[in-house]
């Protein structure tokens, strides 16, 4: 089946510290990739996606590389700041009949100022 | 553009209660999905529906669950009677997509039960 595994967290970072979260996912065919994050007292948002391999998403300073061949997505940002607080969720779709989106478990990141 | 609504935004309610949640979402957008999330845990799908009809239910805890989205806009997801794991944040989101999901969602900002 398609699951998703992320790094755990919590994550306590200072602020313009480089912040990276693992993501490593299992699914048959090719599944488009994402990430998305909820900052507190808000619901989830699409941080950035990627839907073939070697793709790069980026937003907000952010940036993720889907790696088919070590089935990875890592969200890193090189400079992190106070307001990038939040839960960070990995998550894959299979592009197929099963229209689930998997989500994996969620890290908290904090940043310190 | 106004975003996906639910309401309430947090409900507390003993044991064998039921309770119900609300979900208006984006306009134009057919898709509507529930979500379950549990604390430490991600999100977890309950029920997909495309326009008023079921997409997917194969998660949802049919024996006491129930979630109807009547003329393919607003929806209401019941909870009756509710135990002490249906603790958690039910998202409600929305997808402009048609038959095939691109996995691009649009969520509320949920809403929280806790059963004691």
């Known amino acids: 089946g398609n699951s998703v595994t992320q790094m755990e967290g919590p994550v306590t970072l200072s602020e313009e510290a480089f912040l990276t979260i693992n993501c490593t996912y299992t699914a048959t065919g090719y599944p488009s990739l994402f990430w998305y994050v909820q900052y507190p007292g808000e619901g989830l948002q699409l941080l950035l996606k990627a839907t073939k391999a070697d793709d790069k998403g980026s937003n907000k300073g952010f940036e993720a590389t889907y790696r088919k061949e070590t089935t990875s997505f890592h969200l890193e940002k090189g400079s992190v700041q106070v307001s990038d607080s939040a839960v960070y969720f990995c998550a894959l779709h299979p592009r197929s009949n099963d229209y689930k989106l998997s989500f994996g478990a969620g890290t908290t990141v904090t940043v310190r100022a | ?116």
């Open chain 2, 1 to 116: 553009e106004a975003g996906v609504a639910q309401s309430p935004r947090y409900k507390i309610i003993e044991k064998r209660q039921s309770v119900a949640f609300w979900c208006n979402p984006i306009s134009g957008h057919a898709t509507l999905y529930w979500y379950q999330q549990i604390l430490g845990q991600g999100p977890k799908l309950l029920i997909q529906f495309q326009n008023n009809g079921v997409v997917d239910d194969s998660q949802l805890p049919k024996d006491r669950f129930s979630a109807e989205r009547l003329k393919g806009v607003d929806s209401t997801l019941k909870i009756q009677p509710a135990k002490l794991e249906d603790s958690a944040v039910y998202l409600c989101a929305s997808s402009l997509d048609g038959a095939v999901s691109t996995g691009e969602l649009f969520f509320g900002e949920g809403s929280r039960l806790t059963v004691l």
